[in-house]
């Protein structure tokens, strides 16, 4: 079946960086959008970052762009998440997203990784 696996959330101090990893199996993902979104405590989950998976198009939240660098690298099936300059308000538990660009849409999702920032 297919999974998501995240990686590489923790505490960091605010200004610090943080990498999030994702590995993909149980399929193949060349028509799928791998993002990324966040939920903080008490709010929505929301987009932070996406990439194509085959082409390599890449998309970004306002709230992180400059700051945050999503890739993938296809032999090992993992998309990363580069997070620089980390502010208290980027604490949240990030998930893992795949998004089945071609109708019709599927989604699959990771379990979340807790990122905190403190202040």
């Known amino acids: 079946q297919v999974q998501l696996v995240e990686s590489g959330g923790g505490l960091v101090q605010a200004g610090g960086p943080l990498r999030l990893s994702c590995v993909a199996s149980g399929r193949t993902f060349s028509s799928f959008r791998m993002g990324w979104f966040r939920q903080a405590p008490g709010k929505e989950r929301e987009f932070v970052a996406a990439v194509d998976w085959s082409a390599g198009i890449t998309y970004y939240a306002d709230s992180v762009k400059g700051r945050f660098t999503i890739s993938r690298d296809n032999a090992k099936n993992t998309v990363y998440l580069q997070m620089n300059s980390l502010k208290p308000e980027d604490t949240a538990v990030y998930y893992c997203?795949?998004?089945?660009?071609?109708?019709?849409?599927?989604?699959?999702w990771g379990q979340g990784t807790q990122v905190t920032v403190s202040s």
């Open positions: 997203n795949a998004h089945r660009v071609p109708y019709p849409p599927i989604d699959y």
